[in-house]
């Protein structure tokens, strides 16, 4: 079932006759998917507002690219990890082999403690509840053991943390946010997600971080975030590993407290890590991605000038981008079926977006099938005609009680 948002509809999108790729997906997309163009058939007025907030888009892309490239370079360059990588390729792509999420992303270990402290004084604060901060120590261990040692000797990034909003009557059902890259602020998240005002329509919420993220990052992190991607290609397959052990041990404890309905949204990195988990947990209500990346590799070969030393690694490597987006195929949620039904999933989408083109957006649709699409007119950051799709998703949330 397709949806228009704003004034544009799912028909009229197109991406020069892509067709969905059987599975693998990793060996049948095109090579230059990105490439292809992506095109709506729009008015005047909505052409404009999406041409010029792509150009914005392009611009702010090009900074984020080049400052995550310097912090990964080191690492692009170790000629030693390069080589260990290459052999640590055929255990990762093992897991993709299986056909089961669950034999990597395995079932999280029971904590022993939920910790609760105080918000900062410039948190949101209910009239009606209470906002808490939690947190845990992780009990992730890395799946490869060649990482064991140099993964958790990331010393911060071993406490666990989210806010929580409760209302005073409850537990009552709960969206759970996911933030997008370096876009881990709770104040942030709060603001453009207008997630008080889900709070005031009866849903607690619960803001997770991401590992290296906010309090997660090490203390000489140049930016929040930088430590997922500045450690190589084994290190950010072992992040995503500990995001979801880490986001499912909160979604176990608000079962635990008798949270009658969960759902999760993500703003782009936020976005893969809400599909992937529709893929392993059961029990979710409701997934809306929100622009949303289906495949970081395809990503990270476009994104000038961090696709430079990128190219040179896979070179070096003897590597292609085939065989790169299939080690790392294991947390893209195009590999895995989603276990919540198409009814229950909705996914947000900007026609300007240039940090994840609509053709990424395109390609979970394709792959969910049948499921509802909102395209925005609007970019990655800025998001024209916002009130219109976060109306539609509490709309939608309250169609799956």
């Known amino acids: 079932m397709n949806t228009a ?8 999108y197109h ?33 404009l ?14 900074g984020l690219a080049g400052a995550v490239g310097t912090v990964a370079l080191p690492s692009l360059l170790n000629r030693k990890q390069l080589q260990q990588e290459r052999r640590d390729m055929d255990f990762y792509t093992g897991f993709v082999e299986q056909g089961d999420p669950h034999a990597f992303f395995r079932e999280p270990n029971r904590v022993a403690r939920m910790a609760e402290s105080p918000v900062d004084w410039f948190h949101f604060q209910p009239d009606d509840g209470e906002a808490v901060n939690l ?3 992780s009990t992730f261990e890395p799946v490869n053991p060649n990482l064991r040692d140099s993964y958790l000797s990331h010393k911060r990034n071993r406490t666990a943390w989210a806010q929580h909003w409760r209302h005073n009557d409850g537990p009552r059902p709960t969206l759970v946010v996911v933030h997008g890259f370096v876009a881990d602020p709770y104040w942030l998240n709060t603001r453009f997600l207008a997630l008080p005002w889900f709070f005031k329509h009866g849903y607690d919420v619960l ?20 430590g997922f991607f500045s450690h190589g290609i084994s290190h950010i397959n072992e992040a995503f590993a500990q995001t979801i052990h ?32 529709s893929c392993i947990d059961e029990d979710l209500d409701f997934v809306i991605p929100n622009v949303p990346v289906v495949s970081l590799m395809d990503l990270m070969i476009t994104w000038w000038p961090l696709n430079i030393p990128v190219r040179s690694a896979m070179n070096r490597q003897g590597m292609d981008l085939k065989a790169m987006r299939h080690v790392t195929g294991m947390h893209s949620a195009l590999t895995w079926p989603s276990k919540v039904p198409p009814e229950r999933r909705l996914i947000v989408g900007g026609a300007g977006d240039r940090f994840v083109p609509p053709k990424q957006v395109w390609l979970l649709h394709e792959h969910w099938r049948q499921c509802r699409v909102h395209w925005f ?3 990655h950051l800025v998001h024209l005609d916002q009130g219109r799709y976060l109306r539609e998703m509490l709309a939608f949330m309250e169609e799956t009680a």
């Open 246 to 277: 880490d986001l499912r041990i909160f979604l176990n404890w608000l079962r635990a407290r008798g949270v009658p309905r969960l759902g999760v949204t993500g703003i782009s990195l936020g976005g893969y890590t809400s599909s992937l988990l």
């Open 135 to 137: 947190s845990f120590e």
């Open 5 to 12: 948002v704003s004034r544009i509809h799912n028909n009229d």
């Open 15 to 47: 991406a020069e006759d892509l067709t969905l790729p059987g599975q693998p997906w990793w060996s049948n997309l095109p090579e230059d998917f990105s490439r292809h163009a992506d095109h709506f058939e729009l008015d005047r007025w909505d052409r």
């Open 377 to 379: 007119p609007g970019n």
């Open 49 to 62: 507002r999406v041409g010029g907030t792509a150009a914005v888009d392009s611009m702010v892309r090009t």
């Open 207 to 226: 803001l997770y971080t991401m590992p290296f993220h906010g309090r997660r990052q090490g203390k000489h992190s140049p930016f929040s975030g930088s």
